[in-house]
């Protein structure tokens, strides 16, 4: 079964935002490297669907339409504490081993790790 594992975390600990307090380019690099090698170690095991980081929230644009008429609005849907800050895309075979996978990915260490199983709608 496949299970989407959203990472959240906040932008303000980034050093690319202006707080006072973000975690340094050094351990930034680092987190990047132990989330790329936790990649491969879910490649090996066939846990490995797909994942990637997103670029800041400042950067979204919302979609809706309402009434025939597409509403365009910049930024993120919802003004939140923590932000949707990538994703990773797996197969397991329940939600308990959905979980233990998720609870490895270096960004748990930050923030947290929303799993959820995909609906199949082709059936």
Do not use: W
């Amino acid at each position: 079964m496949r299970y989407l594992c959203l990472v959240y975390g906040t932008e303000d600990s980034l050093p690319v935002t202006q707080n006072p307090n973000p975690i340094s380019r050094a351990e930034v690099d680092a987190l990047t490297q132990d989330s790329l090698a936790y990649n491969d170690l879910l490649r090996t095991s066939g846990h490995f669907i797909a994942a990637d980081a997103l670029h800041s929230v400042r950067t979204a644009t919302t979609v809706r339409v309402r009434g025939g008429k597409v509403l365009v609005t910049d930024g993120p849907f919802a003004e939140t504490k923590e932000q949707l800050l990538g994703f990773v895309l797996i197969e397991a075979k329940d939600q308990d081993e959905a979980v233990e996978v998720a609870s490895r990915i270096p960004l748990a260490r930050l923030g947290s790790i929303e799993v959820r199983s995909i609906m199949d709608l082709a059936r």
